[in-house]
């Protein structure tokens, strides 16, 4: 029996490591619910009223609610996420989002754009990588024609406090720095 335990143990070993490298996506690094609350606490009522709505789906898919919300928060910086459930270099950047959501939302506005996902694969997102704002449902690109940014996934638009778009990024950010970058730079 003692010469099958070590066979055995490497085995476990290899299936411990091959799990953990099974994928190339980030693991979900979602803070706690009190420290979101924590570090969030204060925010100005526009702001806050976002952070109530985190990981929401919102919106019917057309751009009106959508410019509705732009309007009500004139006076903030505003960043907006366009993704899709099944874009890879999307779900990739989700940790980056969630972390410069934590760190500026209580000065910048963020919001997220699903398009062409059906309510469920988003929602599997969501829960898979949780964020602190909510994100409006666009079909048939209703609301990336408001961003400019109608080809392409993932997009990320920067408004100005005037709500006037400062910049449109098409493409993936490659790490969290080139985000925070951005948002030093666009979300005055």
């Known amino acids: 029996m003692r010469r099958f335990l070590p066979p055995v143990a490497c085995l476990a070993a290899i299936a411990v490591l091959a799990g953990g490298c099974s994928s190339d996506e980030p693991e979900s690094v979602a803070p706690a619910p009190e420290q979101v ?12 009223a976002l952070h109530r709505q985190a990981n929401e789906l919102l919106g019917d ?3 009106e609610p959508f410019e509705r919300r732009l309007e009500e928060l004139r006076g903030y910086p505003v960043v907006v996420n366009k993704w899709a459930a099944w874009c ?9 989002f ?20 059906n309510d469920e694969a988003a929602r ?18 209703n609301v990336s024609a408001v961003l400019d ?11 100005d406090s005037k709500g ?3 910049y449109l990024r098409q493409g993936a950010y490659r790490d969290e720095e080139d985000l925070a970058a951005d948002i030093r730079r666009y979300a005055r």
């Open 37 to 48: 609350r924590e570090q969030l606490e204060g925010a100005p009522a526009p702001l806050a």
């Open 164 to 166: 006037e778009l400062a």
């Open 61 to 63: 898919g057309s751009a």
């Open 149 to 159: 940014a109608v080809v392409g996934t993932p997009a990320t638009a920067f408004f």
């Open 88 to 96: 890879g270099p999307c779900r990739d950047e989700f940790p980056y």
């Open 98 to 117: 969630q972390s410069q959501a934590l760190e500026h939302g209580k000065r910048v506005a963020f919001l997220g754009v699903d398009v062409e996902d």
């Open 124 to 141: 599997k997102l969501l829960e898979r990588f949780p964020v602190t704002y909510p994100s409006y449902r666009d079909p048939r690109y």
